[in-house]
């Protein structure tokens, strides 16, 4: 087990929104302020995380031919567990998120890791495998919500930062976020639905040129490694 390993996969080289490009679905459907951003984000980490070390921890004894229903009970379980937590404790998240959250039973990226990694690796890789996909997948969408909710109407935090009442954070949805800007400079397309394909889609172009420029750079160290033993 490499966990500095699935630390960078998670997070760069094999990140589930901009390199597997799955789970996009929410991604560009909730990334209007940084509230729903990091609610959704820490859902599916829990979900993940959760979903991962139950599958490892069964994987034997799950008959090959239904492995997949297997998977979407586990999933349910958890997104249940994780909806009814929103409701009693966040309303004002669950509402906001909407019918997003039931919608993780179907997430590609939860059923994608358990058939890809977790029917085929132990508990403690599959642990660490949910907790840092979990939070690549974070770290874009809090990219997206302060990208689109700055960019298109000037502002930082809404829903989770109050300054009306002095410097907090709140879970009810009602701050008002920082106004960096006047509302009326802001790009107001990228707050449109249209907005979170633009984003998604400059995100992912920006992480491909990331990525092979440092495999370009890698492969002419590995040559001139080579040529210097020769």
Excluded: H
């Excluded at 929104?17 to 609610?39: D, E």
């Excluded at 979903?51 to 031919?65: G, H």
């Excluded at 998977?71 to 929103?86: E, H, K, P, W, Y």
């Excluded at 995100?203 to 990331?210: E, K, P, S, T, W």
């Amino acid at each position: 087990m490499n966990i500095k390993k699935q630390f960078k996969e998670g997070l760069i080289t094999n990140n589930p929104v901009l390199v597997q490009q799955i789970g996009m679905c929410a991604t560009m459907a909730i990334t209007t302020t940084l509230f729903n951003g990091v609610g959704m984000g820490l859902s599916v980490l829990i979900i993940l995380t959760c979903c991962n070390v139950v599958i490892s921890a069964i994987r034997k004894i799950i008959p090959d031919e239904i492995r997949l229903a297997i998977f979407v009970v586990v999933i349910a379980g958890f997104v249940t567990i994780v909806d009814l937590l929103l409701q009693a404790f966040v309303p004002a998240l669950s509402s906001a998120l909407g019918v997003f959250i039931p919608l993780i039973v179907v997430n590609c990226i939860i059923i994608g890791r358990a058939e890809a990694f977790c029917q085929k690796m132990p508990v403690g890789a599959s642990f660490w495998d949910g907790i840092f996909q979990g939070i690549g997948y974070t770290c874009v969408l809090i990219i997206m919500c302060v990208v689109r909710e700055l960019l298109g109407s000037g502002r930082f935090g809404g829903g989770l930062i109050d300054i009306a009442n002095g410097f907090r954070f709140t879970l009810d949805g009602t701050g008002g976020g920082i106004q960096i800007f006047p509302e009326t400079f802001g790009a107001s397309i990228l707050s449109l639905p249209f907005g979170g394909f633009l984003t998604l889609g400059v995100l992912i172009a920006v992480m491909q040129y990331a990525l092979k420029k440092s495999a370009k750079k890698q492969e002419l160290a590995e040559k001139a490694e080579k040529e210097a033993e020769e």
